[in-house]
């Protein structure tokens, strides 16, 4: 067996799963706020273009996709982020979810001969970018964030020393707990560092679309590069997603793009790794890409939940509306674990302790103090759910 897998941690459900077990909880019906899976229904015009295109399922795929599928993505990525330019032929790639292109990037360009590779990592952070560095032979360093500095990134903590050895950086905007939105400072202050030292910058975009002010949407990767004249976009890889978009998570289709060098690169490692998507979710794809109504009422249904929310919480937990993304990331008057098993005993709901979501660095765990409450079933299901929370913290302290 490959000892890399023996480094890798339990899964934070895995965890969860452990913290409940032997607690029995109310007889009510259960209310899942824990894991982020997008539930509201899926569009009717993607599902009728899944029917119109099941014949491809007698089609092997190429793992660079249709050109028509890379074009709409790249039509749908110059839209939203104001490009400059985007060649879909070679700066474009269709992937199965991001969750497996952004393990698959980092086998892609770590090499793992170099003395002690690094990757760089925000901190609570997506596990999959911890599993993706330790299975490609480099090992996570973390930059913190935290309530001190708004959730932002810190990333002076991580030494210059440690900058020399990194190889790939993580980042995630809007973040995954905390909901922070990297600002043109921030991305100034990335690619100033990945031109110093060289290292690869993979930007986790899945929430992109999720946002509160439609006047102020997140500012992407690519849009930052192209507006600091970056048009070659060097260095970056860019990854979203269909499933939190267009509520299709059972699709597992998003896309990737930027550099031309690496995007190579890329393609060759999954030609290999055998992931390429089956037309039927290609001409799917195209579909949900085109069409923009949709988000917009995806949108106003996530800001209802979150009004609800807030409105509900706010005495009780220390909450606030993060800047993207579909999670509260609630700090709590105990500790987080006990916190979680503590309101699962009384109420039913399951959130996540964010001491799971997090590691030990820079003398903290960043995770810790805090729940991550997923605001992703309908709102009347989120309503029940956020009374209870709210009763359940009356009660209890």
Request: glycine fraction near 8%.
């Amino acid at each position: 067996m490959n000892p890399r897998l023996s480094r890798l941690q339990p899964y934070p459900f895995e965890k969860l799963r452990d913290l409940f077990a032997g607690v029995t909880p109310p007889a009510l019906p259960p209310i899942r706020l824990s894991i982020g899976e997008p539930q509201h229904p899926t569009p009717a015009f993607i599902r009728e273009a899944l029917s119109a295109h099941v014949d491809g399922l007698s089609v092997y795929p190429t793992t660079a996709g249709e050109d028509s599928l890379r074009e709409a993505m790249a039509t749908w990525f110059k839209r939203r982020f104001q490009l400059h330019r985007l060649d879909a032929a070679t700066e474009v790639l269709p992937v199965n979810g991001s969750r497996e292109a952004l393990f698959a990037l980092a086998q892609t360009v770590i090499d793992a001969s170099r003395p002690s590779p690094l990757v760089a990592c925000p901190n609570p952070f997506y596990q999959i970018y911890e599993g993706a560095a330790l299975l490609a032979g480099a090992e996570p360093v973390f930059f913190n964030q935290t309530a001190a500095n708004g959730f932002g990134i810190e990333l002076d903590t991580i030494e210059p020393a440690e900058w020399e050895r990194v190889q790939l950086m993580y980042v995630c905007s809007p973040g995954n707990p905390a909901g922070g939105v990297l600002t043109m400072a921030d991305w100034k202050a990335i690619f100033e560092l990945s031109d110093r030292y060289g290292f690869v910058v993979a930007s986790d975009e899945c929430y992109s679309e999720i946002y509160f002010d439609e006047a102020a949407p997140p500012i992407g990767g690519l849009q930052a590069a192209s507006q600091l004249g970056r048009d070659d976009y060097r260095n970056l890889v860019v990854f979203t997603s269909l499933s939190k978009r267009s509520n299709v998570p059972g699709l597992r289709s998003g896309g990737v793009a930027g550099d031309a060098r690496l995007m190579k690169s890329f393609l060759a490692y999954r030609t290999y790794h055998g992931s390429a998507m089956g037309p039927t979710a290609q001409h799917t794809s195209i579909a949900a890409w085109k069409d923009e109504a949709h988000v917009l009422e995806n949108r106003d249904r996530y800001r209802a939940k979150f009004d609800a929310a807030l409105r509900l919480l706010s005495p009780v937990l220390n909450v606030y509306r993060p800047g993207g993304s579909f999670y509260l990331w609630a700090g709590t008057p105990e500790d987080d674990a006990a916190f979680a098993r503590e309101l699962y005993r009384a109420t039913n709901v399951t959130v996540l302790a964010g001491q799971y979501l997090g590691r030990d660095a820079h003398g903290i765990n960043p995770g810790a103090g805090y729940v991550r409450i997923a605001l992703v079933p309908d709102y009347d299901a989120c309503l029940q759910a956020v009374e209870r929370i709210a009763s359940f913290c009356r009660s209890r302290y």
